[in-house]
């Protein structure tokens, strides 16, 4: 009896971790978000739109992670069923959100050439300098002002969009795995007797 709640204590911890470590992820995911793309929305001219849904995710996750930490302390199921229900919220939004990785991945070259035809010189011109490239596919297609480097930047762009892609699918991955490892302790310490 007394190792069994032993390791009923040492779950309830381990879940604690859990919950606390997705609601501080989430924080930190909406305010990085929102950073960079405060930081780079002006010489690009970004819509906000294009983090509406992944701030959403990151916002479900913070109440996810409220609402599975709550359910430490009561003993209430409609808790639990709170828990349970943003979780698969969550995971089902997840899951579209890898698939738009992998889709955005594929139509990057067109989506960059596209906004690079959108850009004013000084724009281009900004780009080119942070990336250390010049014009689109080679020097002579659409360079900004001066150009240095002999090598064109959407190569770069696509890199930046395959490291963002890996990261992102990574953290979704870790995620996945917390998320489930929550879901097989709070089952076991709410609908398994003592």
């Known amino acids: 009896m007394i190792a069994k709640n032993f390791i009923r204590l040492i779950l309830k911890v381990i879940y604690g971790f859990i919950q606390l470590f997705m609601v501080l992820l989430g924080i930190v995911l909406i305010f990085a978000l929102w950073s960079i793309y405060i930081a780079i929305q002006s010489p690009l001219n970004l819509h906000y739109k294009s983090l509406q849904f992944i701030s959403s995710i990151c916002l479900i996750l913070i109440i996810n992670g409220i609402a599975g930490f709550r359910t430490i302390f009561k003993r209430s199921k409609f808790r639990v069923c709170i828990y349970i229900f ?26 960059t050439n596209i906004k690079w035809g959108l850009l004013n010189d000084n724009q281009r011109s900004h780009l080119q300098t942070a990336f250390g490239c010049c014009g689109f596919d080679n020097p002579s297609d659409r360079p900004g002002s001066k150009c240095v480097s002999t090598e064109g930047c959407v190569k770069k762009f696509l890199n930046v969009g395959y490291n963002l892609r890996k990261k992102s699918n990574a953290i979704i991955f870790i995620l996945y795995f917390l998320e489930s490892l929550g879901l097989c302790i709070i089952s076991y310490l709410k609908f398994i007797r003592q």
């Open 86 to 111: 943003t979780l698969v919220a969550l995971i089902n939004l997840q899951f579209i959100q890898l698939l738009k990785n992998n889709e955005f991945v594929e139509k990057n070259y067109d989506w």
